[in-house]
């Protein structure tokens, strides 16, 4: 998809030494892409801890038991 943005151009000279990039467009890539990674990441981290395994501290304990 081609857009046009404008971004100031001491961002994009940061993006570029930052990302060893040869050109705007895979550095701006790179962010996109580092940046719903991230988003991906805490979405995860906001899980831990919330999901229901179905097994108390003592089930666990007594299925290790029986092996």
Do not use: C, H, P, W
Request: charged share 35%; hydrophobic share 35%.
């Amino acid at each position: 998809m081609r857009t046009l943005i404008d971004i100031q151009d001491g961002l994009i000279e940061d993006l570029l030494k930052e990302t060893k990039s040869n050109t705007k467009k895979e550095a701006v890539t790179i962010a996109i892409k580092t940046y719903l990674n991230l988003k991906k990441r805490e979405r995860l981290a906001a899980m831990i801890g919330n999901y229901n395994f179905a097994y108390d501290q003592e089930e666990l304990e007594r299925m290790r038991s029986d092996e």
